[in-house]
């Protein structure tokens, strides 16, 4: 059971919208910003968003994020088969001085 | 480049011993921390730990407490994960990752994100 709480599946046309939701707590998402993940099978783990809504070098503006309150989403415009992925949030926690995780968004491109 | 080292593969045996690596390059390695994450076959990412090189503070996730032991040295800029009794359920791939720490001045206070990571080492325990 994670602490985050992300639905284990979404999927989507080339070319559509998907979003993914994260749903945390006051001592997690309340306090601390929320940054996203993306993992291909048999890789690391690439920081995709930190800070919420900042994408580092390189990544495409069409991954964008943001967080209200206890609760946070990554949005994918104009999706891609090379978006094809596993998707995680975290963020830092108050309670246990480290990181919590998500249980990951599996992305299908149908 | 700022780059992640971490040690090969291991094939152990229940009740045996492991140590393996992470390396830091391409920055001040003793003034970052480094976090340790699992990921067990088909499953999700779960924080182990973490570690200040530059004084060895270490902070362990109640899940892996007395489970493992993280340490540095930071005089070859290496963090080390390790378990003195490896049991099957040690199965698993295991990440280090470099902790980018910010001010943020919106809430007053720090924030933090995992900017690069490894490419995690396998560990495999069967007997």
């Known amino acids: 059971q994670s602490v985050l709480t992300q639905p284990p599946s979404a999927s989507g046309t080339p070319g559509q919208r998907v979003t993914i939701s994260c749903s945390g707590s006051?001592?997690?998402?309340?306090?601390?910003?929320v940054n996203w993940y993306q993992q291909f099978p048999g890789m690391a783990p690439k920081l995709l968003i930190y800070n919420n809504n900042q994408r580092p070098s390189g990544v495409p503006d069409r991954f964008s994020g943001s967080k209200s309150g206890t609760s946070a989403s990554l949005a994918i415009r104009g999706l891609q088969s090379e978006d094809e992925a596993k998707y995680y949030c975290v963020a830092w926690d108050d309670s246990l001085r480290g990181p919590v995780f998500g249980g990951g968004t599996k992305v299908t491109v149908l | 480049e700022v780059q992640l080292v971490q040690s090969g593969a291991e094939v152990k045996k229940p009740g045996e011993s492991l140590k393996i690596s992470c390396q830091g390059s391409g920055y001040n390695f003793i003034s970052y921390w480094i976090v340790w994450v699992r990921q067990m076959p088909g499953k999700g990412l779960e924080w182990m730990g973490i570690i200040y090189p530059g004084d060895s503070a270490t902070t362990y996730s109640p899940s892996f407490q007395g489970q493992v032991t993280i340490s540095a040295d930071k005089s070859i800029s290496t963090s080390y994960l390790q378990w003195s009794s490896l049991k099957a359920s040690d199965t698993a791939m295991y990440y280090c990752a470099r902790r980018y720490d910010y001010y943020d001045s919106s809430v007053d206070g720090n924030q933090y994100y995992m900017d690069v990571w490894g490419k995690g080492t396998t560990v495999t325990v069967s007997s």
């Open positions: 006051s001592s997690n998402i309340g306090t601390y910003s």
